[in-house]
């Protein structure tokens, strides 16, 4: 990491290297005349991103920094990653920074690992794509290219703008700022031959429209290849594994009502469900979105109602196709299984008890329920705000040894309902020690109830 003389002084550099330099690339500004939010993220790039910038620009490369950093910065937004752009070649790039890694090396793009202070950096050779014929990934790459020609691969308008931060200058060739402002998604180039060379930008389009840069409305070409224009299909071919991260993506944003809602207006759904998917609608779903809400729990919480509709055999196996991971999809599948099924929020004990059985999966649930019974799940969330810790944990403080023992019972399904009784009673009462667990729960004979 640099010390904080050296951040000065690449601070500096950045700022008065390029003065009076002009590029003559597209819709550029002029140097040093960059709007305030383009200066913010220049100002206020991290010690190890302006370290790799100097490296580059120090071994007579140049740098850009593009895609969603710029359209974030551009909306106020503090961007989560920076995607470097470079003339330097993936072996070049490599000699001066020796820890990044070579994760996509065949399309020029390296790694370099997160630091405390921010998120990992990709850096990416300067490319133009050859054909692409399986609708998915380019048949070759042309390393070499400007960066003009390197952003007319990139997606849409406003992911397709570079900021160079040596000599502080913006390149817009697809006037992204303008759509930006706008709120229009647009393609770079024709929408359905972009859809044609990579089926998931079909996924894309609706992830950005929902993106918290936006809210973006497609442009008129977008719209109509996207409504019946026949691009839907072309997601059949993309393989699961990126449909997945594409939807956790969209699912984690705080507003998804209105896309998804266009997405099942259009097909999208069903292809991404495929044929075990009842439809569910997506109205509500804006409502498990809450400040506190953390985003693994909020798209638990959105694919379990998305599949509400499923029966759970379908649903099981619809998660799988989907490639989910293990402990996502048992997640979603108890999310599901469990809709509708709220405590009184005035009742100690069943607060307790829903807290115990459901674990790491509560915030998720209340998440889920939000969407079906807003106030409910407001008061059950507020009663179990204040609601205190158990004073013994979790754990049962009556074992199956103890209970032979005390009841001279056997063991079978007899002593596995008298176990899970008084452990029932324990967490409703919150009691700390085995003689109270036993003493309140008085007449064993009384109906079964089991737990959780
Ligand atoms: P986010 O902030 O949500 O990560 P992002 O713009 O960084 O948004 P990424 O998926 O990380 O999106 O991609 C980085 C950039 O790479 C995009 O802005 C876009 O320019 C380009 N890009 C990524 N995937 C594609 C694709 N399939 N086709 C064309 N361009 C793409
Ligand atoms: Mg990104």
Same mark, same amino acid.
């Not at 290849?225 to 984690?252: D, F, I, N, Q, Y």
């Given at each position: 990491m640099c010390s904080d003389s050296k951040r000065l002084g690449l601070i500096e550099r950045l700022i008065h290297v390029g003065a009076g330099w002009k590029t003559d690339m597209g819709d550029a500004g002029s140097a040093g005349q960059l709007d305030e939010p383009l200066r913010h993220l220049l100002d206020g790039l991290s010690n190890s991103a302006l370290s790799l910038i100097s490296k580059l620009d120090d071994g007579g490369h140049r740098v850009w920094i593009v895609g969603g950093a710029i359209r974030d910065a551009l909306k106020g937004l503090v961007p989560h990653d920076i995607d470097i752009a470079t003339d330097?070649?993936?072996?070049?790039?490599?000699?001066?920074?020796?820890?990044?890694?070579?994760?996509?090396?065949? %399309?020029?793009?390296?790694t370099v690992p997160p630091r405390d202070e921010d998120g990992q950096i990709e850096i990416t050779t300067l490319r133009a794509d050859g054909e692409y014929i399986d609708g998915r990934r380019p048949t070759s790459v042309t390393f070499g290219a400007s960066i003009e020609e390197d952003l007319e691969r990139r997606d849409f308008t406003v992911n397709a703008m570079a900021l160079d931060p040596v000599n502080r200058t913006l390149i817009d060739p697809h006037f992204g700022r303008n759509d930006l402002d706008n709120g229009v998604l647009r393609a770079v180039g024709d929408p359905m031959k972009r859809f044609k060379e990579d089926g998931l930008r079909v996924l894309r389009a609706y992830r950005f429209m929902a993106h918290?840069?936006?809210p973006y409305l497609p442009d008129e070409s977008l719209a109509h290849t996207l409504h019946g224009g026949g691009a839907v299909p072309l997601l059949v071919g993309v393989s699961k594994e990126r449909v997945l991260m594409e939807?956790?993506?969209?699912?984690? %944003?705080?507003s998804v009502e209105d896309t998804l809602v266009r997405m099942e207006r259009d097909g999208v759904l069903s292809v991404v469900f495929g044929p075990e998917w009842s439809v569910a609608s997506p109205e509500g779903l804006d409502d498990c979105f809450d400040d506190e809400v953390n985003p693994w729990a909020l798209r638990v919480a959105r694919f379990a109602l998305l599949l509400r509709r499923t029966d759970s055999v379908s649903r099981s196996i619809l998660l799988e196709g989907l490639r989910m991971s293990g402990q996502d999809r048992s997640a979603v599948l108890a999310v599901c299984e469990r809709l509708g099924q709220l405590p009184d929020p005035l009742d100690t004990g069943q607060l307790r008890r829903y807290r115990v059985a459901l674990g790491t999966h509560l915030g998720a649930q209340l998440a889920a329920d939000r969407c079906l019974d807003p106030s409910l799940a407001n008061s059950v969330h507020n009663s179990l705000m204040s609601l205190a810790p158990l004073k013994a944990g979790e754990n049962p403080l009556v074992n199956g040894l103890m209970i032979v023992e005390r009841l001279s019972m056997e063991a079978g399904p007899e002593l596995g309902r008298v176990k899970s009784l008084l452990y029932r009673v324990q967490i409703e009462?919150?009691?700390?020690?085995?003689?109270?667990?036993?003493?309140?729960?008085?007449d064993l004979d009384g109906p079964a109830q089991m737990w959780p």
């Amino acid at each position: 990491m640099c010390s904080d003389s050296k951040r000065l002084g690449l601070i500096e550099r950045l700022i008065h290297v390029g003065a009076g330099w002009k590029t003559d690339m597209g819709d550029a500004g002029s140097a040093g005349q960059l709007d305030e939010p383009l200066r913010h993220l220049l100002d206020g790039l991290s010690n190890s991103a302006l370290s790799l910038i100097s490296k580059l620009d120090d071994g007579g490369h140049r740098v850009w920094i593009v895609g969603g950093a710029i359209r974030d910065a551009l909306k106020g937004l503090v961007p989560h990653d920076i995607d470097i752009a470079t003339d330097a070649s993936p072996e070049e790039v490599i000699a001066l920074i020796p820890h990044a890694i070579p994760t996509g090396i065949q %399309f020029g793009t390296v790694t370099v690992p997160p630091r405390d202070e921010d998120g990992q950096i990709e850096i990416t050779t300067l490319r133009a794509d050859g054909e692409y014929i399986d609708g998915r990934r380019p048949t070759s790459v042309t390393f070499g290219a400007s960066i003009e020609e390197d952003l007319e691969r990139r997606d849409f308008t406003v992911n397709a703008m570079a900021l160079d931060p040596v000599n502080r200058t913006l390149i817009d060739p697809h006037f992204g700022r303008n759509d930006l402002d706008n709120g229009v998604l647009r393609a770079v180039g024709d929408p359905m031959k972009r859809f044609k060379e990579d089926g998931l930008r079909v996924l894309r389009a609706y992830r950005f429209m929902a993106h918290p840069s936006g809210p973006y409305l497609p442009d008129e070409s977008l719209a109509h290849t996207l409504h019946g224009g026949g691009a839907v299909p072309l997601l059949v071919g993309v393989s699961k594994e990126r449909v997945l991260m594409e939807m956790e993506r969209l699912l984690t %944003f705080p507003s998804v009502e209105d896309t998804l809602v266009r997405m099942e207006r259009d097909g999208v759904l069903s292809v991404v469900f495929g044929p075990e998917w009842s439809v569910a609608s997506p109205e509500g779903l804006d409502d498990c979105f809450d400040d506190e809400v953390n985003p693994w729990a909020l798209r638990v919480a959105r694919f379990a109602l998305l599949l509400r509709r499923t029966d759970s055999v379908s649903r099981s196996i619809l998660l799988e196709g989907l490639r989910m991971s293990g402990q996502d999809r048992s997640a979603v599948l108890a999310v599901c299984e469990r809709l509708g099924q709220l405590p009184d929020p005035l009742d100690t004990g069943q607060l307790r008890r829903y807290r115990v059985a459901l674990g790491t999966h509560l915030g998720a649930q209340l998440a889920a329920d939000r969407c079906l019974d807003p106030s409910l799940a407001n008061s059950v969330h507020n009663s179990l705000m204040s609601l205190a810790p158990l004073k013994a944990g979790e754990n049962p403080l009556v074992n199956g040894l103890m209970i032979v023992e005390r009841l001279s019972m056997e063991a079978g399904p007899e002593l596995g309902r008298v176990k899970s009784l008084l452990y029932r009673v324990q967490i409703e009462h919150d009691i700390s020690d085995a003689e109270s667990v036993w003493e309140a729960a008085g007449d064993l004979d009384g109906p079964a109830q089991m737990w959780p």
